[in-house]
Antibody, heavy 123, light 107 residues
Framework: QVQLVESGGGVVQPGGSLRLSCAAS????????MHWVRQVPGKGLEWVAF????????YYADSAKGRFSISRDNFKITLYLQMDNLRVGDTAVYYC????????????????WGQGVLVTVSS | SYELTQPPSASVSPGQTARITCSGD??????AHWYQQKSGQAPVLVIY???KRPSGIPERFSGSNSGTTATLIISGAQVEDEAAYYC??????????FGGGTRLTVL
């Protein structure tokens, strides 16, 4: 079965950096695009970024552009989110998620989610 | 920036039909997908590509997309369907966007 396990969350000061990782298993990782989605506790979902199955195309929400970088290692079967210049407003649970379209050129739907990792930006 | 608009809340009696709408201009050309999120849990896909149901999702969940409004329909809602529901689609730049979410109460 599909499993997505996030790690790397924690507490960081404003202006700091953090790298999230997501270990994937149970599907052919190299065939699917991957997403990061975040959720402020008690609030709604916000799409953050997407990377195509081969890593050649990346898409970012306006809130992430220029500060966050999505990447993947298809040999380690791992997805990453490098977050720089963090702000208090970036405090949220970050979900790693699998796209539902095999070999898709861009975003399809999200069909599986990890359990999420909490990132807290606070002084 | 592009937005998908959902009502913040909805309520239905057990056994009745719940309809949750999601409005956005780009829905005329983009698929809508729907997620159920129960308290403290990760979201679960319940409808994709407007009206397709993933395996394991009960038949009472269905969807439609007409013009600029997508609708999630729960026919014969159960108490266990009480949750937040989010629509998801793409804007005209093919960036992802979620609706604000609708909290469904079944009582």
């Amino acid at each position: 079965q599909v499993q997505l396990v996030e790690s790397g969350g924690g507490v960081v000061q404003p202006g700091g950096s953090l790298r999230l990782s997501c270990a994937a298993s149970g599907f052919k990782f190299t065939d699917y695009g991957m997403h990061w989605v975040r959720q402020v506790p008690g609030k709604g979902l916000e799409w953050v970024a997407f990377i195509r199955y081969d890593g050649n195309n990346k898409y970012y929400a306006d809130s992430a552009k220029g500060r966050f970088s999505i990447s993947r290692d298809n040999f380690k079967i791992t997805l990453y989110l490098q977050m720089d210049n963090l702000r208090v407003g970036d405090t949220a649970v970050y979900y790693c998620a699998k796209d539902g379209v095999v070999g898709g050129y861009g975003l399809g739907n999200i069909d599986y989610w990890g359990q999420g990792v909490l990132v807290t930006v606070s002084s | 920036s592009y937005e998908l608009t959902q009502p913040p809340s909805a309520s239905v009696s057990p056994g009745q039909t719940a309809r949750i709408t999601c409005s956005g201009d780009a829905l005329a050309k983009k698929y809508a997908h729907w997620y159920q999120q129960k308290s403290g849990q990760a979201p679960v896909l319940v409808i994709y590509a407007d009206n397709k149901r993933p395996s394991g999702i009960p038949e009472r969940f269905s969807g439609s997309n007409s013009g600029t409004t997508a609708t999630l329909i729960i026919s014969g809602a159960q108490v266990e369907d009480e949750a937040a529901y989010y629509c998801f689609s793409k804007d005209n730049s093919d960036l992802g966007v979620f609706g604000g979410g609708t909290r469904l109460t079944v009582l």
